[in-house]
């Protein structure tokens, strides 16, 4: 019998925290429901104590989810870890996940305490989450970075206030795989009272090893990974779910332990993560870009004819690709194509939301000739972002663009209930298409990236539009897909124009004192 290993997902939490990658509470709640398919062992949905909105969005998750723990965050202080208890109140089965900094700089830069101090603010920490929960994991921030006998004594303190998981996090991407396992091998064998709780790992990429040093870790002793869909999450980001999960699935040979993954889940779970914060996933991507079981040489072609194990260390399938390719089109009927969008993990809520998103489909379907499970998603992100606050729709745009001629817009927008029109020249349709809308809008924004991804292959492709713009500090990512690119980017622009417009500003987590 192997080991099992515990995967704990933050892409809702860490991922979130990502600039531009902030979610609405409906936005959570698709992504928790896909990785409670995904069968993840944890999903750490927010950080209550936040915002109001994180608060929500923890406690809709908690509602919903029945089959994976449901966490919460909280800093090592009496009001987060009351937040984090009340948001997750509802859930089956909840986890408080408490952290304080033990590096020496955190501790004298940010938190101006002594390490006797940080030890009495995280076992108060803990014996308060007990209150909510039997299942309390506690993190020394910047473990990386922290000594080894103060962490030896921080986590030893922890475990016998009541801490079932003690979670090292390299908080700045700054450990190697080596050293980092080698860590954790001599923590579990130095804390006195290890046996009684589970060790954790909580890498980030800055120096692209978060992988390399999660995997490193397990191999000495660690049972938890904390992890995220595509590797999102702060700066570089955080070791990648698929990743870890089919490396572990891999190299069976290597590892004495196993997860509980439903790992034909990836897929799905990566296309609507990325679609629902506007991060594409890179081709090369591993396991989950579009060419990481493509061939193209034909030295390999000619191998995987024969064998495909010659370059195929997995199968494709197995992690989601082309198993659900049913291609649906303009004769399927309503419940082919609600039976579809179930099968992608969506439930509607009510008929009126299936018949708006049928005829979508139906409008879709006149001008694409097959239907892809990516078009579903992209059509599916585009009602859920439509529904979310619509101060500013888009009724109507013409654009001229003709060699030798400067490309002119004109639009009709709905602001706030009333419709307005205005044009404007730019340097190509998509420019003057964008600077026509701003003329209206008036957001002063700035315009951080713009980018166009075909969802599907062929020139009738939906191209998927990203649109980030920034506003006093506040990142927004917008979304917009069709088979126009012009209306494609109008629509992206609108997107994030309407949630610059809701955005609460956000507390990061670990900028607090404590
Ligand atoms: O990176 C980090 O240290 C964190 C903690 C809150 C676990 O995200
Ligand atoms: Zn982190």
Redesign the pocket.
Known sequence: MKDKLIIFD?TLR?GE?SPGASMTREEKVRIAKALERLKVDVIEAGFPAASPGDFEAVQAVARIIKDSTVCGLARALDQDIDRAGAALKDANRTRIHTFIATSPIHMQMKLHMQPDEVIAHAVRAVKRATQYTDDVEFSPEDAGRSDEDFLCRILEAVINAGATTVNI?D?VGYSIPQQFGATIANLIKRVPNSDKAVFSV?C?NDLGLAVANSLSAVMNGARQI?CTINGL??RAG?ASLEEVVMGVRTRKDVFSCQTGVDTREILNCSKLVSSITGFPVQPNKAIVGANAFAHEAGIHQDGILKSRETYEIMRAEDVGWSANRMVIGKHSGRNAFKSRINGLGFEFSSEKDLNEAFSRFKQLADKKHEIFDEDLQALISEAGFEAEDEYVKLIYLKVNSETGEIPNAAVTLRVDNKEVMGSSDGGGAVDASLKAIEKLVMTKATLELYSVNNITNGTDSQGEVTVRLEKDGRIVNGLGADTDIVIASAKAYINAVNKLHSCVQRRHP?QGNV
């Open positions: 933050t860490d925290q996090p908080t909580h980030h904390e999450g702060e955080n670990q």
